[in-house]
């Protein structure tokens, strides 16, 4: 027996976009007079439709008084998933739009500070290079690969294995503790002994502190003390403004230790657990623009020589610890 979730679509009942824009310019400006004239409607075509809305959904969505409106608990839920779904329909329209038949479009996700000061440069001029391939970059945390992420292409951390997915190595990740130059003036700082110095925290590595220390064989307390941070990008940012100091990737923090902007509080480097991969599904393996994104990042990495021996020289200048 068919059952009401197993009917097919069109027999289902659901609100015009025209109903679901005024209901969210209302509901965002609390007022169908605001709404009216952002809409370019009037005001009594704004409460019809809202008042519709609420019809064919069987419940109120706004408080009505004489001189204001407010959201009900149920309208404010409604609200917040309106709005999601407003966003959706113009990204897509946005995104269909904004080239033709012929031209790809290449999903890209990446770690926030990793794209911003790897891969955003390692692109430059790509889009010149290849104006079929429209890139869409998205910088995220994870999961990467799922169906609502519909990800092409994903710039990951970590050992290189994951299921159904093939992995080429990008390069090692060496961590370095860095600082305002500024900031070591009255603390004098060494490796036994960091009371006066305050450790930048990443959320995602709670113990990256910790395991720095003992890799070099000293026993600290407080290392997981210290503001704490969502990405590199943030810990590099309090760094410059002298909140304290920040364990980072040596690769991501390359320019300002080039520029003097930033110095190496004590002279270790940290090899990571892990490594950069460029990563993409199996299923995609022969695909045009994912071998398109692999030979130009290939041929980035070659010929960006001047970049390495600048990592080589400030790799030189400290020691070099193993395992992170």
Known sequence: MKTETNKPLAFRKYPSTTALQCFETAARHLSFTNAAQEMHMTQSAISKQVAQLEEMLKISLFYRTP???????????????????????????????????????????????????????ALSGFSQAHPLINLDIKEQVGPFFTEDQNVDIAFLYGDGIWGGMEAIKLFDEYCVAVCQPEYLHDKNPCTSNVDNCTLLQLSSRPSAWYEYFKQQGISIDGTFIGPRFDTFHACIAAALLGYGIALVPLRLVAPELQSGTLVTAWRYAAKGRGSYYITYPLSLGRSHKVKVILEWVSAYLETSNQHELMLGHVLNSIDIVDSL
């Open 67 to 121: 001189h204001r409106i407010s959201l009900t608990p149920a309208g404010k839920t409604y609200y917040l998933e309106v709005l999601e779904i407003l966003k959706h329909i113009e990204v897509a329209t946005t995104s269909l739009m904004s080239h033709s038949d012929n031209v790809e479009v290449l999903k890209i996700a990446s770690h926030p500070t990793f794209c911003s000061r790897w891969l955003v440069p």
